[in-house]
């Protein structure tokens, strides 16, 4: 990719394992990727990325088969296997260790990569990570996993522009914060062939794979995670965060009152503080986190969830 002012966003493509990787990068420092959801792309990092960039070197990422990414028919589209492709993505950029923030799916594709390449994975920032404690949804991801569900499915990317921005709204708390081309960086690759298929891969074996996160949570102990989650959340509950918590006691949870499923793209500003104090804080377990008290975000200090050493 060609090298800019470290201050602008460039957009290049690594090959891994022969397929194109799309991604946006910015900055110098430690390295941290972002991955998006499903159905997102790097642009959901839109306003996320240059603050980020000035403490880190960030990438934010078009996970395979995904956004800007080369389409593979059959890519194994399992936690494990992309996971693993993480992992190869960072060989082709040399990069040995990184931070990673992610969401939704993203958090889950985060665990696993995190379980699997423990030393790999200096910190993890998790906006809602899919989970194996969250039953919200499940009813209609048996849905999509029928006949019938599987069609409709295919009917997504001819849907009218109005019905896509009504979906993605209800993932806020607050519609009327949905920014200006935020409902791109979720419907621009939705046309191109093979995203569906790719998204109705996994969500087939969606069971399957909560069951194999569940299983490697225990290897995840010891790794410093911030989970920020809104109180609103319809997609992934705000109890499986809780469950999280419990489990993995150098974690904190950071709840924000009435943001929904999306709170880095709803509330920038406060996400983008709470990620860079937590980045920068030292380790090991001396530190706390440090929500910053900006006037815009000292309302929310008092809801950050304190566990473990973290």
């Known amino acids: 990719m060609t090298r800019r002012d470290f201050n602008e966003i460039a957009e290049g493509f690594v090959v891994v394992d022969g397929v194109k990787v799309h991604y946006q990068r910015a900055g110098s420092g430690r390295p941290l990727l972002l991955l998006h959801g499903l159905v997102g792309s790097a642009k959901n990092w839109r306003r996320n990325i240059s603050f980020l960039a000035q403490n880190s070197e960030v990438y934010a990422i078009d996970l395979f088969n995904m956004g800007e990414s080369e389409r593979v028919p059959g890519l194994d589209a399992g936690l494990e296997a992309t996971a693993d492709r993480l992992a190869a993505y960072m060989d082709a ?29 200096r910190r993890l920032i998790l906006f809602a ?18 006949r019938f569900g599987i069609w409709v499915a ?3 990317p001819s849907l009218p522009r109005m019905l896509k921005a009504t979906a993605l709204s209800r993932m806020y708390g607050d519609p009327s914060r949905v920014s200006a081309g935020a409902l791109e960086g979720y419907i621009e690759g939705l046309h191109i062939p093979g995203t569906m298929d790719h998204v109705l891969q996994i969500v087939q074996r969606w069971f399957v794979d909560m069951g194999l996160l569940r299983s490697v949570l225990e290897r995840l102990v010891t790794k410093p995670m911030l989970l920020i989650w ?4 319809r997609a992934v509950g705000l109890n499986s965060a809780r469950e999280l918590q419990r489990i993995l006691p150098q974690s904190s949870l950071m709840v924000l009152p009435g943001v929904g499923h999306i709170p880095f793209e709803e509330m920038p500003e406060i ?8 980045l920068l804080k ?21 809801h950050v969830i304190k566990q473990g050493a973290a």
């Not at 989970?131 to 048996?142: A, S, T």
């Open 230 to 233: 809104g109180d609103r959340d």
């Open 154 to 156: 295919r009917q997504i």
């Open 93 to 121: 950029l040399s990069l040995d260790e990184a931070d990673i923030a992610a969401h939704s799916h993203g958090g889950a594709v985060a665990m696993m990569f995190a379980a699997r390449h423990s030393d790999r994975v």
């Open 282 to 302: 030292p380790l090991p377990s001396e530190a706390r986190i440090a929500v910053s008290r900006h006037p815009e975000s000292a309302a929310f200090a008092g």
């Open 129 to 146: 990570p899919a989970n194996p404690f969250c039953d919200l949804g499940h009813q209609l991801i048996r849905f999509y996993q029928t």
């Open 271 to 278: 996400c983008n503080k709470a990620m860079r104090d937590w």
